[in-house]
């Protein structure tokens, strides 16, 4: 339809004037319109088949850790905030089991519920395959599925049985974190977090390199930052999110837990965010073995800033 | 032109990595095990080695344990003023609360470790009125629970104003327990031949090294202890002494930080490290009394020996424990299936602490043998819920040899059966494998599985399975029926025999865990390498597998597979009770 003849000087003006605007359009992706607005970052909606379910969904809470039942468990407590509060009723969906034992749980806006596999004593329902798997539960529904396979590491190791370990999820973007360790041993860290859409599952961008469990997001100086507990040992490392929350920048170390609490050298399993600004990090034992003592071994450390110092300092 | 074109793409670039979302880093090479943990000493748990110069201390610990307030009061020098500070607390019945095992009304071993004037931040808490100089900060620390008890005690008011408790933790350590500490690490022939010094030449050492005392843990132990440090040569001699039984419980070279804090050598570390390095990343060669034979600890198949020969002539290719199947009678499909191994980066659920063992096995003072011993522990065992698992080969001068095991309980319940499944690899490309009858040896031609029951027939001799190798070399195998001397009761055993079949990994590599837990029959894992279409196994190269069944019993004076905690001058103590099970081998005579 277009039918036109240019000169080669035309052409070159042509190609400057188009990459003048484009630069034009870029300074700004650099600059200004990254600025991120703080939220409290705390949009997880109860799903709606729990009401359906007959269930109170004040005082209802999603469990991977109940010892005698594999997989996804829906609870409803007399006192969801107290561990020791008498349990109402349980339920679970035939299909919160096909996974093996679970792990981390992390809900969104619309009340679906994202999850993967980790083994729990044994290996015997947790494939090595499907460590990588993220699995969501339909927020209307409840039905789970396999949601997102991440890519799988260059190569298999017996000395690792782990993948997934880690989630958070930023409300603002819609974006689910999520660490794995799947293909690390003792030698070599293969460990990444992606950033996934958690409306169609696609990668965003990932960090390569670092062995990962616990996470949490919080707002420092106006600064939108990724908190990464290493599994190797006890350090908390942060890495800037921009507004589209891709990593920003390179992680740095924050503060440890090194000689902290009873044992000394936790690894962090989350980390929330309080009001306050305060981060609450739950600190657990973990060295990439099937350990699974009696009792919870986890301890609870309060972290603030300080503005003076310029640094996290622990309660 | 070109140049300036160039110049702007890149420019073009720089701006657009404003937006690049990823970090990359390739797969980070993690520093290995370096010779510092290789050359570190671990002491075994069970060690009974002491020193004359704490008998004084053990003396006043037992005569302490008798008073009516059981407490050995501080040891060092206190005014007039905190002497009275610490009658005062010890008159409180809050502060004194603990000193005594509830229920036994046993007293604990307890010491007052510090009387220090109190602080302002002492009192956040007290509501009182009170005058700060009056006030004395006493420090209780209670070694059978591992905590400390704190209480403020007033003595213008003669009364304890707060107390406070906190469980698995240890206040601060006075001035005669660090030179104990330091005096046993100085006394300690480890710690001297690691300096170079000669055995005893304690002042020697103390003047050529520049000595420090850091806190460290004994997270395994929960015992009390500090780690006196020797700085030579640019390099630190961490010496973790425990406190609680004056021991040496190990020690490591580290490098004194230059570019930060030193790393803190703990016990757990010190044990995982050396563990690690030695045991579980190569093979440590063993030759005695005409054995020979490489050992390893695997990621999760336990102790794993390979290459055994006796005299020269091959007897084992591999053999070792793959996993424990735990099983709990009172309630359906309650269980664990453990695999036991490495302390790090493993699928071990239930792990290695201390290295392996070689022990001499004597009969009315006779050497008669040797055992390679290998246990494994959840880190609370004896609590309910934990287990201890040991692993034992036997080899005697006489040709024969044993695959053992046990289970030093404690488990979920007195209704727990624990099946242990060993893995056994002979070595030969042909064997034929038999039982007996009651008249005579009839081959297995295929593969197969079968019960050792009530009925089950055996030799005179007690032998119910026979393999021999192509030249007629071979084994007799005589499961547990309760006549090995140490305290099995019979394994109830289920044997199978698979093929070895070249090109296919049928658990030669480090299995994942091979059955679930709580099969009550033959379905224990082996039995997927035989069904659905058994193959020939006659004359080729096989592999038997056996599953012994052991019933855990709780029943005082007839313990089995069980653990207990006893309060014993002032520590927790544990009985064990080890339930033993495996077969003997007996060589055939040709």
């Known amino acids: ?315 | 032109m070109k140049i300036k074109r160039i110049s702007f793409f890149c420019w073009i670039v720089l701006l657009f990595s404003c937006a690049d979302s990823n970090y990359n880093s390739t797969g980070t090479p993690v520093p290995g095990y370096n010779e510092d943990a290789v050359q570190s000493v671990v002491i075994a748990t069970d060690s009974l080695k002491t020193f004359d110069f704490v008998h004084t201390r053990v003396e006043q610990i037992k005569a302490a344990l008798l008073l009516p307030m059981p407490v050995l009061l501080y040891r060092d020098s206190l005014n007039a003023q905190q002497r009275l500070a610490q009658a005062i607390a010890l008159f409180d019945t809050v502060f004194t609360q603990s000193v005594r095992e509830k229920g036994s009304n046993r007293p604990y071993r307890c010491e007052i470790f510090g009387v220090y004037p109190a602080r302002e931040s002492d009192m956040e808490y007290i509501k009182t009125p009170y005058q700060l100089a009056n006030c004395y900060r006493v420090e209780l620390y209670n070694y059978g629970l591992n905590s400390t008890a704190v209480a403020i005690a007033d003595i213008g008011q003669q009364k304890v104003l707060a107390n406070a408790f906190q469980a698995q933790t240890q206040p601060d350590i006075p001035p005669g327990l660090k030179d104990l500490a330091t005096k046993i690490a100085v006394s300690s022939p480890e710690v001297q031949q690691a300096l170079g010094m000669k055995p005893g030449d304690t002042d020697a050492l103390m003047a050529s090294t520049k000595t420090s005392l850091n806190r460290t843990r004994c997270e395994r132990s929960g015992h009390l202890c500090v780690a006196p440090t020797f700085v030579k040569d640019g390099r630190a001699l961490w010496a973790i002494v425990d406190l609680t039984d004056y021991k040496l419980t190990g020690l490591r070279w580290t490098n004194v930080g230059t570019t930060g804090p030193a790393p803190v050598i703990t016990e757990k570390k010190l044990q995982d490290d050396k563990i690690t390095s030695c045991f579980c990343e190569l093979e440590t060669p063993l030759q005695r009394d005409g054995w020979k034979m490489n050992y390893m600890l695997t990621s999760s198949d336990g102790l794993r020996v390979a290459d055994v020969s006796f005299n020269g002539q091959p007897v084992l290719q591999n053999a070792k424990l793959v996993d424990w199947h735990v099983s709990y009678s009172g309630t359906d499909g309650f269980g664990y299936s453990d695999a036991v191994g490495c302390p790090y980066f493993s699928q071990a659920a239930v792990i290695a602490f201390d290295p392996p063992v070689v022990k001499p096995i004597e009969e009315n003072n006779k050497l008669i043998g040797f055992a390679l011993e290998q246990s494994f522990k959840s880190e609370q065992w004896p609590n309910p819920c934990n287990y201890n698992y040991l692993q034992r080969y036997e080899f005697y001068t006489d040709g024969r040899f044993r695959i053992a095991a046990a289970s030093l309980g404690r488990g979920c319940g007195n209704d727990g059966t624990y099946r242990p499944v060993f893995r056994i690899v002979f070595a030969g490309e042909q064997n034929s494998f038999s039982e007996w009858n009651g008249a005579g040896w009839s081959n297995w031609t295929k593969e197969r599985w079968q019960q050792q029951l009530p009925a089950t027939s055996y030799t005179p001799q007690g032998y119910q399975y026979k393999l021999v190798a192509g030249n007629g070399t071979g084994y007799y195998m005589q499961p547990g029926n309760g006549q090995f001397k140490d305290g099995g009761r019979g394994d109830n055993a289920y044997v199978y025999v698979t093929l070895n079949k070249t090109g296919t990994d049928e658990g030669e590599t480090d299995m994942v865990t091979i059955g679930p837990c709580c099969n009550i029959d033959y379905h224990q894992g082996p039995e997927k390498f035989i069904e659905p279409a058994p193959e020939d196994i006659g004359n080729k190269k096989i592999v038997l597998w056996y599953v012994a069944q052991l019933k855990n019993d709780n029943t005082r004076g007839r313990e089995y597979c069980w653990a207990e905690s006893v309060l014993e001058n002032g520590l927790y103590v544990t009985k064990s009770y080890p339930g033993f099970c495996g077969p003997m081998f007996i060589p055939v005579k040709q």
């Open chain 1, 1 to 315: 339809m277009w039918s036109h003849v240019y000169t080669g000087k035309a052409i070159s003006t042509m190609r400057n004037i188009v990459l003048f605007f484009i630069i034009c359009a870029a300074i700004p992706s650099c600059g200004e319109n990254d600025k991120v607005v703080y939220s409290d970052n705390n949009c997880k909606l109860v799903p709606p088949f729990v009401g359906r379910l007959g269930f109170n969904t004040k005082n209802a809470l999603f469990s991977t850790s109940e010892k005698k039942t594999m997989g996804l468990v829906l609870i409803e407590s007399a006192d969801p905030l107290n561990p020791q509060a008498a349990i109402i009723k349980k339920y679970q969906d035939s299909s919160w089991k096909k996974a093996g034992w679970l792990a981390p749980i992390q809900l969104d806006e619309h009340g679906n519920i994202f999850t993967a596999p980790a083994p729990f004593i044994n290996v015997l329902n947790n494939p090595a395959n499907d460590q990588n798997t993220i699995y969501k539960v339909n927020g209307q529904n409840g039905h789970m599925d396999a949601f997102v396979k991440l890519p799988a590491p260059d190569s298999s190791t017996d000395q690792n049985p782990y993948g997934i370990l880690g989630m958070i999820y930023l409300c603002e973007t819609g974006s689910l974190y999520v660490s794995t360790v799947a293909g690390s041993n003792r030698r070599v860290e293969k460990g990444m977090v992606y950033q996934v859409n958690a409306a169609n599952g696609e990668i965003s961008a990932k960090l390569t390199g670092m062995d990962i469990i616990g996470m949490g997001i919080s707002y420092i100086n106006g600064e939108r930052r990724l908190f990464l507990g290493r599994a190797r040992s006890s350090g908390v490392y942060s890495v800037a999110l921009n507004k589209k929350g891709n990593f920003s920048g390179k992680p740095e170390l924050a503060f440890s837990l090194d000689g902290l609490g009873t044992r000394g050298d936790d690894k962090v399993r989350r980390i929330k965010t309080n009001k306050d600004g305060s981060l609450e990090v739950h600190g657990m034992e973990f060295n990439f073995n099937l350990i699974a003592p009696t009792e919870k071994q986890e301890t609870v450390y309060r972290f603030v800033y300080d503005e003076k110092q310029k640094k996290w300092v622990h309660q």
